[in-house]
């Protein structure tokens, strides 16, 4: 949030992911909406659409009644439950947003942010997100289950297994404050140099690509995930409060970053290959070079 991206967290029903994201909303202390995604869920129930108003003059105007998609957070629950149609609805909101509704763009409150949960999609009822989609999510994170001592304090402490809503820690105002420090986070050019080796080298049609790339990887990652990578060093630095990003930033988010953007091809599924390996592969292929 801190890097301006939105958020997918992937994980098995019933681990938490739900609740994970309404307590960071509620931290947040920004205005957040819910969207539950359903199978017979209609883009205009995302982005709102225009109604029939009658004046008290007993004329008849159209009005553009907002949608859920209008709040800084937006909790998108269960997103690959949804038709592609109506996942793609989300795509302009969070590239550039705003929405369009018949031919006229409003914008969305600022700043806004999309923190979505899905299930696997070897599930039953579950769509594959589109890749343009995953594109714009700036990090993908898979929910596992808790460890023994945690789900022993759970049970003592949460007996029904409500939580109770935290309260806010920051207010809008210093969010947007704090988006504005992680600009001021310096990126030397070594590092920027070493995203972007990094970038190019799942993008299985460049010549100097690994071997292990142009056999496992259809489609490499695009700009946007080195971009989303710069950013969410710089905000890692800025938790960690040094004034520039490190190499070490960078090679704890890419995993995060830049695997769920990988189309992996025929190969990879029949050896086990995971995005996440390929990732994981090249950290120690690409060398970091001094600037």
Not at 36 to 53: A, H, K, N, S, V
Not at 59 to 69: C, D, E, K, N, S
Not at 98 to 108: G, M, N, R, S, Y
Request: aromatic share 4%.
């Amino acid at each position: 949030m801190l890097a301006g991206g939105h958020v997918l967290l992937e994980g098995l029903p019933g681990l938490g992911k739900t609740e994970l994201v309404k307590a960071l909303a509620a931290l947040s202390g920004l205005d957040h909406k819910r969207i539950q995604f359903t199978p017979d869920l209609l883009p205009g129930d995302i982005t709102g659409t225009l109604m029939l108003q009658e004046s008290a003059g007993g004329g008849r105007t159209m009005v553009f009644r907002q949608g859920p998609i209008f709040a800084q957070v937006v909790l998108a629950d269960e997103i690959n439950r949804a038709s592609p149609k109506t996942q793609s609805a989300l795509l302009q909101a969070m590239q550039e947003h705003a929405v369009t509704v018949f031919d006229t763009t409003h914008k969305l409150p600022q700043p806004f942010f999309v923190l979505a949960t899905q299930n696997p999609v070897e599930l039953d009822g579950t769509y594959p997100l589109p890749e343009a989609q995953l594109d714009r999510f700036a990090i993908k994170a898979t929910v596992t289950g808790v460890g023994t001592d945690a789900l022993t304090t759970l049970l003592m402490e949460r007996p029904d297994g409500r939580l109770t809503p935290p309260e806010s820690v920051t207010t809008p105002q210093q969010i947007v404050e704090l988006l504005a420090g992680v600009k001021r986070i310096a990126l030397p050019q070594a590092v920027a140099a070493y995203i972007a080796r990094l970038v190019n080298a799942t993008r299985p049609e460049l010549p100097d690509s690994p071997a292990s790339v142009k056999t496992a990887v259809k489609w490499g990652a695009s700009p946007r995930a080195a971009i989303a990578l710069g950013t969410t060093a710089r905000a890692a630095a800025l938790l960690a409060g040094r004034p520039a990003v490190g190499f070490d930033d960078v090679k704890a988010l890419a995993v995060s970053v830049i695997a769920h953007r990988l189309v992996l091809g025929y190969e990879a599924g029949l050896s086990g290959t995971t995005a996440a390996t390929v990732v994981a592969r090249l950290l120690d292929e690409v060398r970091e070079l001094p600037a």
